[in-house]
């Protein structure tokens, strides 16, 4: 009994107790939109936690997509959507071995930017600032509208044999759901 106290003893000292990593996968905490220049601009924060497997495809070399879908919709008796305008901007994140950089490049407009490590290009990936959405006309008086956002991984831009596994390998799957806020006008 005393040798299984002393190697239970043992074992927590070789494995200290680690904090919980958060769970892979991508989390919209908050959006919204104002107004400017008869422009409506979106404000996200978006959190992005990836799955091993992901991590070490893109630090080996693999670049990733990731979409940033932006609607506007219009409310029908909560029964169904009608979209008004509808956005997709898309990132490509790649690790660059030789300057040991993370690029983050928006293929929309081709602004890139580098980042000393993983976390810091994500942390950059979610904080959307001043995204312009929609004009201001296309919105009619009095009616409700709503904005609608979520970011997700693009298994289609994989290469082929890596997208049949991420078919399959929920590992792959990083989508958020809809975050979803009023549009004031």
Same mark, same amino acid.
Request: with cysteine; hydrophobic share 45%.
């Given at each position: 009994m005393r040798l299984l106290a002393l190697w239970c003893?043992?074992?927590?000292?070789?494995?200290p107790a680690r904090a919980q990593d958060p769970a892979p996968g991508i989390h919209v905490r908050e959006a919204r939109s104002w107004l400017v220049?008869?422009?409506?601009?979106?404000?996200?924060?978006?959190?992005?936690?990836?799955?091993?497997?992901?991590?070490d495809a893109l630090t080996n070399g693999l670049?990733?997509?990731?979409?940033?879908?932006?609607?506007?919709?219009?409310?029908y008796f909560g029964i169904w959507d009608q979209?008004?305008?509808?956005?997709?901007?898309q990132?490509?994140?790649?690790?660059? $071995? +030789?300057?040991?950089?993370?690029? !983050?490049?928006? *293929?929309?407009?081709t602004a890139q930017r580098s980042y000393p490590t993983e976390q810091a290009a994500l942390? $950059? +990936?979610?904080?959307?600032?001043? !995204?312009?959405? *929609?004009?201001?006309?296309?919105?009619?008086?009095?009616v409700h509208y709503?904005?609608?956002?979520r970011a997700r991984l693009d298994i289609e831009s994989l290469p082929t044999p890596l997208?049949?596994?991420?078919?399959f390998d929920a590992d792959w799957r990083l989508v958020s759901e809809w975050y979803r806020w009023p549009v004031q006008h």
């Open positions: 003893l043992l074992f927590c000292l070789a494995h220049d008869d422009v409506y601009q979106l404000r996200a924060r978006i959190d992005y936690v990836l799955s091993t497997p992901v991590s670049p990733l997509i990731i979409e940033l879908q932006v609607q506007v919709v219009r409310d979209p008004v305008a509808s956005l997709t901007q990132y490509q994140l790649q690790y660059h $071995a +030789l300057s040991r950089q993370y690029l !983050l490049r928006n *293929l929309n407009s942390d $950059a +990936l979610g904080d959307i600032d001043a !995204l312009p959405m *929609l004009d201001r006309h296309l919105l009619a008086d009095g709503d904005g609608k956002v997208r049949l596994v991420a078919y």
